[in-house]
């Protein structure tokens, strides 16, 4: 399968414990992104990824948040300290940057639920 | 205001409706747009791209208002499986790594 996949696909965690996702794009994609999405609402952007470069965070993105793309491939999402409104699926995309007009791939996401 | 607002619905249509689906954007420096389909509880899927001068597939027509700042979706002869929810997207002006913005949705349900 060359598609984008996630991993966990379902965390369930306590508040106040830390969690880390990741995201495994198509290869040859060197755009990266996460999407954060809540029910009733369309995916809402937290940060990107050119390569190994993060180059832009939401302003939505607390300091709890961190993202790392640490050889350009593989990325990881980590949220320290969980709060019950972190409950969501955080998607992840990925691109290949040739054309503005190009597909955005979207990975099954994983969906956290914080108690 | 939001950057891409859509009418959320939900649009409950029996098979074979036209239906159409009408989406705003704020920023008229935005440069590339999509209708994104996203089913129940799975991932956003790309339906199709919107060009300036409107395009079709099969069902589906897309147009684009660049001086009223709007894209339409078209689905005519609709079927069950076009029950989904359809996202209108919007690529930012060159510049803002922030290429996708989403709108919340349009949720449509077509109805034996």
């Known amino acids: 399968d060359t598609g984008v996949s996630q991993d966990p696909r379902h965390k369930i965690t306590k508040r106040g414990q830390n969690v880390t996702f990741r995201c495994d794009p198509i290869?040859?994609?060197?755009?990266l992104y996460w999407y954060r999405q809540t029910l009733g609402q369309g995916p809402e952007f937290l940060t990107y990824?050119?390569?190994?470069?993060?180059?832009?965070k939401s302003r939505l993105l607390s300091d709890r948040f961190s993202a790392e793309r640490p050889k350009g491939s593989f990325s990881t999402l980590e949220i320290q300290r969980t709060e019950q409104g972190d409950s969501a699926m955080y998607l992840c995309?990925?691109?290949?940057?040739?054309?503005?007009?190009?597909?955005?791939?979207f990975g099954q996401g994983t969906r956290l639920t914080v108690v | 205001r939001k950057e891409v607002e859509q009418d959320p619905g939900p649009f409950n249509v029996p098979e074979g409706a036209t239906v159409a689906f009408n989406c705003t954007y704020s920023n008229s420096a935005s440069q590339s747009f999509f209708w994104y389909r996203q089913d129940c509880r799975k991932e956003p899927k790309l339906l199709m791209s919107v060009y300036s001068s409107g395009n079709e597939d099969g069902r589906f027509t897309a147009q684009l208002n660049r001086a009223s700042q709007y894209i339409s979706l078209l689905i005519r002869d609709s079927k069950l499986s076009d029950s989904a929810t359809y996202l209108c997207?919007?690529?930012?002006?060159?510049?803002?790594?922030?290429?996708?913005?989403f709108g919340s949705g349009t949720q449509l349900t077509v109805l034996p």
């Open positions: 990824f050119q390569n190994e470069a993060q180059l832009e």
């Open positions: 290869s040859e994609h060197n755009r």
């Open positions: 995309a990925s691109s290949n940057r040739d054309s503005l007009n190009t597909e955005a791939f």
């Open positions: 997207v919007v690529i930012l002006p060159s510049g803002s790594a922030r290429q996708l913005t």
